[in-house]
């Protein structure tokens, strides 16, 4: 099993609606948890970071971490076409490296 | 200014060439990374530094190697370039006292023939 893994999509839904974007992780990686957004031809930036179970919200996002279960999830509420981007899980392993996952391509249409 | 930057930006080069890409911030960060990404693949850790004097393979180092001149400065890399050595590089920086978040430069795009 790879340290992260996500389904790459793509995924595609209306305006207005929820995305919902998962990610599973390996023992390998236990610490803290990233999803980061990524326009093409950009460098990937933070969306959030989740380090304990349960949820976390940011403004139209919110961030789910299940340790048992060992997931991680990004809902954005309310999606605009300009949230259309590539959403990137990634993980810090007690190495100090980070893994990221393959990419969930998101679009959102008007 | 930009906090990470790269240089270059774009490149073409040949095979057995030798290439070096650079990387500078001014965050203030110790850690400095250096990732590829391709499609479908994600970005993979090729090499990091958690200071001048430490320097620690990633996934995928074979065929580069980095060198960190100064705490703002790492350079990547590619001794004799390959043709799968073709991708979208990005160099990271972070912060470990905070919250761990990795900031990226803009990548270099590079194209081995």
């Known amino acids: 099993q790879k340290e992260v893994e996500q389904n790459s999509g793509p995924l595609s839904v209306p305006e207005g609606a929820i995305a919902s974007l998962n990610c599973t992780y390996s023992?390998?990686?236990?610490?803290?948890f990233f999803w980061y957004r990524q326009y093409s031809g950009k460098s990937p930036e933070l969306i959030m970071s989740?380090?304990?179970?349960g949820d976390k919200e940011d403004g139209r996002f919110t961030a789910q971490l299940n340790k048992a279960s060992q997931y991680v999830s990004l809902l954005i509420r309310d999606s605009q076409p300009s949230d259309s981007a590539t959403y990137l899980c990634?993980?810090?392993?007690?190495?100090?490296?980070?893994?990221f996952g393959t990419g969930t391509s998101l679009t959102v249409i008007p | 200014d930009a906090d990470v930057t790269q240089t270059p930006r774009n490149r073409i080069t040949k095979t057995g060439k030798r290439i070096m890409l650079e990387c500078s911030q001014t965050?203030?960060?110790?850690?400095m990374y250096w990732y590829r990404q391709d499609p479908g693949l994600g970005l993979r850790l090729i090499y990091y530094?958690?200071?001048?004097?430490?320097?620690n393979k990633g996934e995928i180092s074979d065929g580069y190697s980095v060198s960190r001149q100064a705490q703002a400065k790492f350079s990547l890399s590619l001794e004799s370039a390959i043709p799968n050595q073709t991708a979208l590089y990005f160099c990271?920086?972070?912060?470990?006292?905070?919250?761990?978040?990795?900031?990226f430069g803009p990548g270099t795009r590079l194209t081995v023939l």
């Open positions: 023992d390998r990686v236990s610490q803290s």
């Open positions: 989740i380090y304990s179970n």
């Open positions: 965050k203030g960060h110790d850690r």
């Open positions: 530094s958690f200071d001048v004097k430490d320097i």
């Open positions: 990271a920086t972070s912060d470990p006292g905070s919250t761990d978040t990795q900031y």
């Open positions: 990634a993980a810090l392993a007690g190495s100090n490296q980070f893994y």
